[in-house]
């Protein structure tokens, strides 16, 4: 079955630093890979997705590449700012007919965003 | 706003216990998962189900069941708690995932912290 590798564990950066959380997957039919969003108290909660024939994706702050030849995605943060703060998830998903749209999760990073 | 709850946010209960815990969502979703979470280890997926009275294991099935009976609701029940199950447990729901046309976002609920003594 699929195995998701997500680095760093913990990463602490000052505000309007850049993050990076880099994730490696195993399957290489892979097509969706999304990043979730874990704040205190809260479910995660989808932030960005790629899928496997876009290589770059972009939404303000936030941006996810995908590497398919390497098999890996990383998640970009820019001008972070405390609000950030919070545990990332990396996902990967093969489709096929009976994949009912299950996800493999890495095993997260705690960004901590310092004022 | 799709909603997903889960029935307790805390629950301790006792080794030797059976435990239901519980997840509704609003969204009419057809697929419904049961994750837990520990640090280290990420969200590893329980069981799901792609529809009423249908399931399917996940990575880590033993010592869990579940059961669904109406599309809306979709619990968890651990029929003998042990304190290795002690973990936050999350309840997650997606549209049916339909062909080529890609996978739906999954929407989670907020966990239920589950404490076994």
């Known amino acids: 079955g699929e195995n998701v590798e997500q680095h760093p564990s913990t990463l602490s950066v000052q505000e309007g630093d850049s993050a990076v959380i880099k994730c490696t997957y195993s399957?290489?039919?892979?097509?969706?890979f999304p990043w979730y969003k874990q704040e205190l108290g809260k479910g995660p909660q989808l932030i960005i997705d790629?899928?496997?024939?876009?290589g770059e994706k972009k939404d303000q702050r936030i941006a996810v590449t995908l590497n398919k030849t390497a098999k890996h995605f990383s998640l970009h943060i820019t001008e972070t700012q405390p609000e950030d703060s919070a545990v990332y998830f990396c996902?990967?998903?093969?489709?096929?007919?009976?994949?009912?749209?299950?996800?493999?999760f890495g095993q997260g990073t705690i960004l901590t965003v310092h004022p | 706003d799709v909603k997903v709850t889960q029935s307790s946010r805390y629950l301790v209960k006792r080794t030797g216990e059976k435990v239901f815990l519980e997840c509704v969502q609003d969204?009419?979703?057809?697929?419904m998962f049961w994750y837990r979470q520990d640090p280290g280890l990420g969200l590893r997926l329980i069981y799901f189900?792609?529809?009423?009275?249908?399931?399917e294991k996940g990575d880590i099935p033993e010592g869990y069941s579940v059961s669904r009976e109406k599309k809306e609701r979709f619990s968890l029940i651990l029929e003998s708690a042990s304190t290795n199950q002690t973990s936050m447990y999350l309840c997650?729901?997606?549209?049916?995932?339909?062909?080529?046309?890609?996978?739906?976002?999954?929407?989670f609920g907020p966990g239920t912290r589950l404490t076994v003594t």
């Open positions: 997650a729901s997606s549209l049916e995932n339909i062909g080529t046309a890609g996978v739906d976002e999954q929407y």
């Open positions: 399957d290489s039919a892979s097509n969706y």
């Open positions: 790629i899928r496997s024939n876009v």
């Open positions: 996902a990967a998903h093969r489709m096929s007919g009976t994949s009912y749209g299950k996800l493999t």
């Open positions: 969204m009419d979703h057809e697929n």
């Open positions: 189900s792609y529809d009423v009275k249908m399931k």
